[in-house]
């Protein structure tokens, strides 16, 4: 309801949580007209923080470890993570190397 009055200062708290996908566009939406207000907002989504945000501060145990615009953190840490797994299948057939993997697994 504050972002109705176009406030200076906006504190959110994990905004969209339990929204459903329309309303969550429509209170993008409204957060971005925004533009004359300082908006706090704490999320999850990464998706959500780079599509809303200007500056985003990314804490682990209630330190921030990296801060700085979508773009420097996607350039900086946005690889993600390759897997590369090689199987021997030798004497075994696919479904107990399947099995194996899986109890493998933490």
Not at 29 to 44: E, F, G, P
Not at 55 to 70: E, K, Q, R, T
Request: glycine fraction near 6%; include cysteine; hydrophobic fraction near 40%.
């Amino acid at each position: 309801m504050t972002l109705l009055v176009y406030p200076v200062v906006e504190f959110l708290d994990e905004p969209t949580c339990g929204v459903d996908p329309v309303s969550r566009k429509h209170l993008f939406q409204m957060i971005k007209r925004l533009s004359s207000s300082a908006v706090l907002m704490t999320t999850h989504r990464m998706e959500e923080a780079e599509r809303l945000c200007d500056l985003i501060a990314i804490m682990v145990n209630g330190s921030i470890v990296c801060y700085g615009s979508p773009t420097y953190l996607m350039e900086t840490y946005g690889g993600g993570y390759e897997v590369i797994c090689a199987v021997d299948m030798g004497k075994s057939n696919e479904n107990e190397v399947r099995r194996q993997l899986w109890n493998k697994l933490p």
